[in-house]
């Protein structure tokens, strides 16, 4: 018994051990303006490889993934078991993840993946870092940022490169400590760890991302209270908004963002052409045409969104091979 203890600790240990530096990415969740300059929000994650690397190095061949698909509702989504073998018993944890719009087969594996390895805590403690604001440069650099934030209350794309966040020595491994320090001191302009007394807080960052949501899909205020209500939730007017009904209200416009946005960037449509495609998904559920986009945050679902991609690149790779 006091073997199997051990060698369950001991494996544990291995598991959660943080990674070396370089095989941690970055990625831009928010953007501000401060003294001229121009910085994002970047928070560290690492891919599948990483994970299944790790696993490899704690118990060699002893390790084993399974999928299923789960359906909850209008979501859609993979639920991933995580065995792993230690001393002479299987032991599993499982988690689930969404299927995202891009490559949602393999991106949902992977999310899952992923998430099940956080309950083996692999890469857990990465979500314990401080918020970390680094310099946005036009110098080529090791990370890179191309997308959509609100600066100044004005919703701006943001281009550039970055340079990797000097990390605390507690999430370094035990043999990248002394060189990572070294490191640091001999790099110039290396962006810091700023502390939380540097950030927003929270209400005001929460509610400067709702703002940008429904400005960029041009939803009237009044008609927030029945966003609420068509994801489950209180019906409130945004003014009188609490910070839980602000994260409610978040992932109910989730939908209709990701699919305005997919369709502007990637597919280069009207907003004519995005009202034409759901309507034509929309139509077995709700009698009436929509007519404004403001309207697909009632209707959209994570699921509608991924089907309703799915048909208008079809449609557009159709129209291309006739042309």
């Excluded at 490899?56 to 698909?69: F, P």
């Excluded at 789960?70 to 299927?99: M, N, P, R």
């Excluded at 701006?156 to 002394?178: C, D, H, I, M, R």
């Excluded at 052409?273 to 986009?293: E, F, K, V, W």
Aim: net charge neutral; hydrophobic share 35%; charged share 25%.
């Amino acid at each position: 018994m006091a073997d199997a203890i051990t060698e369950s600790q001991n494996v544990l240990q291995r598991l959660k051990e943080p990674f070396k530096p370089e095989l941690i990415e970055w990625r831009a969740t928010a953007a501000t303006e401060r003294n001229g300059k121009l910085k994002v929000l970047v928070v560290p994650f690492v891919n599948a490889r990483v994970i299944a690397e790790r696993l490899d190095e704690a118990v060699g061949v002893y390790w084993k993934d399974k999928y299923e698909t789960i359906s909850v509702k209008d979501y859609t989504g993979f639920h991933c078991t995580l065995s792993l073998k230690i001393g002479d018993e299987w032991i599993s944890k499982q988690d689930a993840a969404e299927l995202p719009v891009i490559e949602p087969i393999k991106g949902g594996y992977s999310s899952a993946f992923k998430r099940a390895g956080a309950k083996w805590e692999i890469g857990r403690y990465l979500k314990d870092l401080p918020d970390c604001w680094v310099e946005v440069r036009q110098e080529k650099g090791p990370h890179s940022v191309d997308g959509n934030f609100k600066v100044k209350g004005n919703l701006q794309q943001v281009k550039g490169y970055f340079n990797t966040p000097s990390l605390p020595n507690w999430a370094l491994p035990n043999n990248e400590k002394n060189n990572h320090k070294k490191q640091g001191q001999q790099q110039q302009q290396q962006p810091r760890v700023e502390s939380n007394d540097d950030q927003s807080n929270v209400l005001d960052k929460l509610q400067a991302n709702v703002h940008s949501a429904l400005q960029y899909l041009q939803v009237p205020l009044n008609l927030v209270p029945q966003i609420l209500e068509k994801s489950g939730y209180k019906p409130v007017q945004l003014e009188k908004a609490s910070q839980k009904d602000l994260e409610n209200l978040l992932p109910s416009l989730e939908p209709a963002y990701r699919y305005v946005e997919y369709c502007r960037n990637k597919l280069n449509l009207t907003d004519s052409q995005m009202l034409y495609y759901a309507n034509i998904n929309l139509a077995p559920l709700i009698r009436q045409q929509l007519i404004h986009i403001y309207e697909l945050a009632l209707y959209l679902t994570p699921e509608l969104t991924n089907t309703t991609i799915i048909l208008a690149k079809e449609d557009l790779a159709t129209i291309q091979k006739v042309s």
